[in-house]
């Protein structure tokens, strides 16, 4: 067993964060406040070859695992950039794994160089809001017509589709009372977002403002078959494949911003005065700080060991989702109490931690809540009746 | 032309420096190590005169335990062609390093050398200048801008109350100053390609240098701790406070 960083590792860490450092915390408050897409901070991750990370190197990316694109996203969040920064490139950076994985050649030559250069942005249409968690309940469908598919219905939560030219779209061919199971009839596309017919409406959210997240009413927007990933009907089967991965970055990016405002939380305690001494030095102030910590570090431990199963081609499922369980949770509750921790400075703007607060909500919720994966759990993990 | 940068593993500058319990030096154990900042701007420089086709060769070398080589990879991410690594557990002052590097640069043949200023874990602001006159080779040092022209080349150097311009004949030493660049970060393909770059593993008996220390640490300390400061709120309480507490007008 080994727990250190690789020398590659640790060097990705330090260019990521060096990186990272031209944006500071004024940025990312300014991109938060006017709601603007990150557009510098995704130019030079792209100029980096950064998102191309966990991609083939025969489509322009670096071939690594995604215990690299892991530790890159902690590092990204980590630097104060929180989830606007890590949803801002999160797509590019393994959004297209169905494709790599069930795309034909032709279709990967066409569509992942250009995720890679940061050329194309993509979204990821799944979630609905008649579906919610159960997502082979969706109603979207996507109708045959000749060579092509007419796409009708609505996706909610649709993240960066403001700015996205792509969409990875989720849609039913076959419907439900034709199929003999409910995840059977499912196809997964690859397309263009065509706007004029897809219409996008923005949701005022809770934070990562700078991040949208949308609502979109698809009317006849037409996909040609050659967008089609994987066979006709089998698209769950093909978005199960990237779901652990997903998962994996996601807790990363939790591990990041919680790991974000225990530093600033820290550095406030050691400094603020009050009562004649540091508030740092009151264990009321250290002991939640330290807990977070021990907290933090040890869903960092599962997220890596999730990373490595995945990256040895081994199960982890079990592994995966407990990771975005634990560093959901961990990574909310410092964010929290570095709020708590600065007082009422902790509420004003100008201490960055209540953004970061807000943004710590999301991958707490998303993409799977914590009531699911426990289920999950429950059910693979301890052989226990499946509960939904 | 061929360049040769020395680069030395250091405290990273973001880490809160302690010193160890017995005052013999400070804690590395466990703690971030990076390239010397001053180093980087070497390296920088280097990869600059190369783009603009004034070199061919870029050579970075690190002296010390194993772990160097972290650091060379560094520099070859940045765009260094290769690396030498002289491993050894001995602690190295700077005559030491001069002479290893001495002993390098007569094997290496490069035109010029660009050293930092300083390291910034000791400060000791030697090594160039040690080099030079070890080689018998001119030098710039506090370079904030150097230009080559044919066998020539002019630094830019900064002194006290100005800048000085000195003009050089190559082979020759330069020694780096803040001002003289901004070290590129490396990409993740550069990052890539400096895992298949070679680096040549040597021991000081193999250049024929014994490293040994000429000088002994007596003991290290903490500058003792500045009081915490106090927020005026006005013009007239600073005046106040000059006058009475700090009695200085
Ligand atoms: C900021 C943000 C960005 C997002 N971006 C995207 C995106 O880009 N693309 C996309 O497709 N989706 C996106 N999502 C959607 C996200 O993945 C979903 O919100 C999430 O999966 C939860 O689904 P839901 O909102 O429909 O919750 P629901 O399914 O309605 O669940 C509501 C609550 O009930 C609980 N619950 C439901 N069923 C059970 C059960 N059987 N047992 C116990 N508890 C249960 C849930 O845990 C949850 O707490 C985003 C969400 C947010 C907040």
Redesign the interface.
């Known amino acids: 067993m080994n727990f250190a960083l690789t ?2 590792q ?3 860490r ?2 990521v964060a ?2 990272c450092a031209r944006f500071d915390e004024t940025y990312w408050l300014e991109r938060d406040r006017t709601a603007t897409f990150p557009e510098a901070f995704f130019a030079a991750m792209a ?4 998102l ?2 966990a991609m083939p190197e025969e489509y322009g990316g ?1 071939g690594l695992g995604i215990t690299e694109a892991a530790i890159l996203m902690q590092t990204v969040a980590e630097s104060g950039a929180c989830m606007s920064g890590a949803s801002a490139i999160h797509l590019n950076i393994f959004g297209l794994n169905p494709v790599v994985v069930s795309g034909t050649e032709t279709q990967k030559r066409r569509m992942l160089p250009p995720v890679v250069a940061g050329r194309d942005k993509a979204c990821f249409g799944v979630t609905e809001p008649n579906a919610g968690l159960n997502t082979t309940q969706i109603s979207t469908r996507a109708d045959r017509r000749g060579d092509r598919y007419m796409i009708n219905g609505t996706k909610i939560w649709t993240s960066t589709a403001q700015v996205a030219n792509k969409i990875l779209l989720l849609a039913r061919t076959t419907p439900l009372d034709r199929v003999q199971r409910h995840s059977h009839g499912l196809t997964l596309f690859y397309t263009t977002l065509d706007r004029a017919h897809a219409e996008v409406r923005l949701i005022h959210k809770m934070g990562r403002h700078a991040v949208d997240s949308n609502m979109v009413f698809f009317e006849d927007m037409e996909v040609p078959e050659e967008d089609r990933i994987g066979e006709e009907g089998e698209g769950f089967r093909t978005l199960l494949h990237g779901l652990n991965p997903e998962r994996v970055l996601v807790a990363a990016e939790a591990i990041g911003i919680g790991h974000a405002g225990l530093a600033r939380a820290s550095r406030y305690a050691r400094e603020r ?1 009050v009562f004649g001494r540091p508030i740092g030095q009151n264990q009321g102030i250290q002991h939640p700080l330290a807990k977070c910590w021990a907290e933090l570090e040890a869903a960092r431990l599962m997220v890596m060991k999730a990373a490595w199963l995945y990256d040895q081609g081994l199960p982890c499922g079990a592994e995966a989702n407990a990771a975005k369980y634990l560093a959901g949770e961990a990574g909310f509750r410092a964010c929290e109490q570095a709020v708590m921790t600065h007082g009422g400075m902790g509420y004003a703007q100008e201490y960055h931690v209540e953004r970061y607060l807000r943004e710590s909500l999301i991958p707490r919720i998303a993409p799977v809540s914590p009531q699911l994966i426990l289920s999950y759990l429950a059910e693979r993990v301890l052989d226990l009746p499946k509960s939904y | 032309m061929k360049i040769l940068v020395p680069v030395k593993r250091v405290v990273d500058y973001n880490v809160k420096v302690r010193v160890k319990a017995d005052g013999t030096g400070i804690e590395t154990a466990g703690v971030k190590m990076s390239m010397n900042p001053f180093d980087e701007i070497g390296v920088e420089e280097a990869v600059r005169l190369k783009e603009k086709g004034a070199a061919t060769e870029i050579v970075a070398v690190s002296m010390g335990v194993p772990q160097c080589a972290e650091t060379i990879r560094t520099a070859l991410a940045m765009g260094a062609d290769r690396g030498i690594l002289v491993e050894t557990d001995a602690e190295l002052q700077p005559l030491a390093v001069a002479k290893l590097l001495k002993a390098i640069a007569e094997k290496e043949q490069p035109k010029l050398i660009i050293l930092g200023k300083q390291a910034i874990d000791d400060d000791m602001n030697a090594t160039g200048q040690m080099l030079a006159a070890l080689l018998g080779w001119p030098q710039g040092t506090f370079a904030s801008k150097i230009t080559i022209e044919g066998d020539g080349i002019t630094v830019t150097r900064e002194v006290d109350g100005g800048l000085e311009t000195v003009a050089l004949t190559l082979p020759a030493i330069i020694t780096t100053d803040l001002r003289l660049n901004e070290p590129r970060y490396a990409s993740l393909p550069n990052i890539m390609k400096a895992r298949k770059k070679p680096i040549d593993n040597l021991k000081p008996a193999d250049l024929g240098v014994d490293p040994k220390p000429r000088l002994t640490t007596v003991k290290v300390a903490e500058p003792p701790k500045r009081k915490a400061g106090v927020k005026v709120g006005s013009v007239a309480e600073l005046v106040e406070k000059l006058k009475t507490e700090a009695k200085v007008i």
């Open positions: 020398d590659q640790q060097q990705i330090d260019e060096k990186l100029e980096g070859n950064w191309g990370i670096a005065v």
